[in-house]
């Protein structure tokens, strides 16, 4: 069996590293809390505007905040209950975000659902308008708005999807469990996605260490047109887009490209999940399964609504096993520290990730021994020791030129630096101050 992989990566094999061996054979189960606050900035675009005030009644699936800009995304009550307010708070980014929080009355009324029906004879040009109505967004964690994804502009094609299964990140098992107990809603999204925009080819792509899982996706895919499932080596990133594609069609994204430009379209395994429930159902994108792990009591897999508070999915496994020295959503490599368990889930949380006050304790940063693991290490063939000295020199132009804004914010060169340099770090706030230069000259 051929495996396919990419050029650089890293290995992080030691479970005190990779953390899946917890969760990896906990069944999904559903946990709804009382209270959900769910914030109208979920996804990349301009927040959604609040459409409901304290003290509303909602049904579960009801439109509660409505897109704004081109990149916009629906919002919908994940609850039916009474609106206790509309406010700013505090969620997983660095400042506050307008939320609309929900008593729920558990009740789980909905709204009057529409769906189209099978994804196989649903006609193609109503699918797309379904994804955006359903508010979805990528669910491995960019959050990019699925529907403006799946729009190709005139001028550009694309011939191929492929959906990553490959959960590459540590600590994760979220979509393992969904491919795992419900591979039939993941090959569904992927033809629903595939009829959508007319390509013929579509890939699931997992990682070898998944072998259940390629298992359940195989004979769930048989016999669907165009489908078919590649196994990856076990290597981080391999989930990441670029190498995907790399990896899969053998083709490079150029650099500043999107995936688009290599004739490819990458959707994650639960957002495929999320667009069959969509297509067939009518569904909004209301819950979505998430790890939760490290020191809680019972590490799990489970299927939260979206705007659950951290602390009441921890508080579902048991509470801490000791205390809290840092909580981050999503994979420790890509995840996002968040300040506190007061923040609630989003569409793109994958994971809340506890580490304990040892484990949370940077390592003492020493001088570089010019090694060069960080260069073998890198997935974009980049080389972070140069760019590295130009960031800490203040040399943002000369870093730009040799391709900062290509790096992916991995880690991978982090992980392997035996010096415990601060790169990825560095990258990410460089980029930033970049970036905010480019929208302050508009």
């Known amino acids: 069996m051929k495996k396919y992989t990419f050029k650089g990566g890293i290995h992080p094999l030691h479970d005190r590293h990779e953390g899946k061996t917890p969760t990896a054979d906990k069944p999904v189960r559903k946990f709804v809390s009382d209270t959900v606050c769910i914030p109208m900035d979920m996804h990349l675009g301009a927040p959604s505007k609040p459409c409901v005030k304290k003290g509303d009644h909602v049904l579960m699936g009801q439109l509660i905040g409505e897109p704004v800009g081109g990149l916009g995304v629906p919002v919908h009550a994940s609850v039916s209950g009474t609106v206790l307010e509309v406010a700013r708070r505090q969620n997983t980014g660095a400042g506050l975000s307008e939320c609309v929080t929900i008593q729920n009355d558990f009740k789980d009324e909905w709204v009057e659902l529409k769906g189209l029906g099978n994804v196989e004879t649903a006609p193609a040009d109503q699918i797309i308008p379904a994804i955006?109505?359903?508010?979805?967004?990528?669910?491995?964690?960019?959050?990019f708005p699925t529907a403006a994804k799946l729009r190709i502009p005139e001028g550009q094609s694309i011939d191929t999807i492929l959906v990553n299964g490959a959960e590459c990140e540590t600590f994760l098992t979220a979509d393992h469990r969904l491919m795992l107990e419900t591979p039939m809603r993941v090959v569904d999204g992927l033809r629903a996605a595939m009829r959508a925009t007319g390509v013929k080819r579509g890939v699931i792509c997992i990682e070898?260490?998944?072998m259940d899982a390629v298992a359940t996706i195989k004979k769930a895919a048989g016999g669907r047109e165009g489908v078919s499932v590649a196994v990856m080596k076990t290597k981080y990133p391999e989930g990441g887009e670029k190498q995907l594609i790399k990896a899969i069609t053998g083709r490079e994204v150029p650099s500043g490209g999107l995936p688009m430009h290599a004739h490819v379209v990458v959707l994650n395994a639960a957002?495929?999940?999320?667009i069959a429930d969509a297509v067939i159902d009518g569904k909004p994108l209301v819950e979505r399964i998430t790890t939760v792990t490290g020191c809680v009591r019972e590490p799990a897999n489970l299927s939260l609504r979206i705007g659950t508070i951290f602390m009441d999915a921890i508080g579902e496994c048991g509470g801490y096993s000791e205390p809290a020295g840092k909580i981050f959503t999503g994979g420790s490599m890509c995840g996002i520290c968040v300040p506190d368990d007061t923040v609630p889930v989003s569409k793109g949380n994958n994971g809340i990730v506890v580490l304990n006050e040892k484990e949370a304790t940077p390592p003492e940063t020493t001088a570089c021994?010019?090694?060069?693991?960080?260069?073998?290490?890198?997935?974009?063939?980049?080389?972070?020791?140069?760019?590295?000295?130009?960031?800490?020199?203040?040399?943002?132009?000369?870093?730009e030129k040799e391709h900062l804004l290509d790096c992916i914010f991995c880690g991978s060169c982090s992980y392997v630096c035996p010096a415990r340099r601060w790169m990825t770090a560095a990258f990410k706030n460089a980029k930033d101050e970049i970036m905010a230069a480019r929208r302050a000259k508009k």
């Open 271 to 274: 957002t495929c999940a999320a």
């Open 369 to 399: 021994i010019r090694c060069g693991r960080c260069v073998r290490a890198c997935p974009m063939g980049l080389n972070p020791y140069r760019l590295l000295n130009l960031c800490e020199a203040g040399d943002k132009a000369q870093a």
């Open 208 to 210: 070898e260490n998944k």
């Open 132 to 143: 955006a109505a359903a508010g979805i967004c990528g669910m491995g964690g960019a959050c």
